[in-house]
T-cell receptor
């Protein structure tokens, strides 16, 4: 059984700070990694995808992947109250598997 | 506009009354999935389909049926709904060409009394 673990939070940070969200996964053969943002009652939307070790930056968001440690993280710089949401980590298996395993999500609260 | 649509968006029904939630995507994606989301339990996959006439069970398939007669449509059927199926349901689609990013529908909030 593939597992994706996230701290449920809530993670509370002040406006303008860096928010750091973490995710670990059990399947060492996993190849595709995703971060989704979900506002309450809404559908998840993709924030970042990462496929190789290292950092990937997109605006205020940076995804970091360490396959040796089976660890993926999301950094949000200059956090804004509008970033307050639940962040879901999703991991696809080996062989181009399209079936993701989702973590339960981390709730982020950015307070003014 | 590339999108996944679901209908209805909200539904209140009674125990045992068969219902269908429709899902349609306009991106020619091969793969489609149904999830339910409950507080504290995250997204759990109900059924998925790799292509027309090819479906398989996810993690929580009991009480649900699906069909994939056309590539764009993937309806979810509850033949005899029960209160424990009260949940928020999402349909999603993806393809290798999209890097396996999941495109989600807007969700259907179902209440079974």
């Amino acid at each position: 059984q593939k597992e994706v673990e996230q701290n449920s939070g809530p993670l509370s940070v002040p406006e303008g700070a860096i928010a750091s969200l973490n995710c670990t996964y059990s399947d060492r053969g996993s190849q595709s990694f995703f971060w989704y943002r979900q506002y309450s009652g809404k559908s998840p939307e993709l924030i970042m995808s990462i496929y190789s070790n290292g950092d990937k930056e997109d605006g205020r968001f940076t995804a970091q992947l360490n396959k040796a440690s089976q660890y993926v993280s999301l950094l949000i710089r200059d956090s804004q109250p509008s970033d307050s949401a639940t962040y879901l980590c999703a991991v696809n298996g080996p062989g181009g598997s399209y079936i993701p395993t989702f973590g339960r999500g981390t709730s982020l609260i950015v307070h003014p | 506009e590339a999108q996944v649509t679901q209908n209805p968006r909200y539904l209140i029904t009674v125990t045992g009354k068969k219902l269908t939630v429709t899902c349609s995507q306009n991106m020619n994606h091969e793969y489609m999935s149904w999830y339910r989301q409950d507080p504290g339990l995250g997204l759990r996959q109900i059924y998925y389909s790799m292509n027309v006439e090819v479906t398989d069970k996810g993690d929580v398939p009991e009480g649900y049926k699906v069909s994939r007669k056309e590539k764009r449509n993937f309806p979810l059927i509850l033949e005899s709904p029960s209160p424990n199926q009260t949940s928020l349901y999402f349909c999603a689609s993806t393809s290798p060409g999209s890097g396996y990013e999941q495109y989600f529908g807007p969700g259907t909030r179902l209440t079974v009394t």
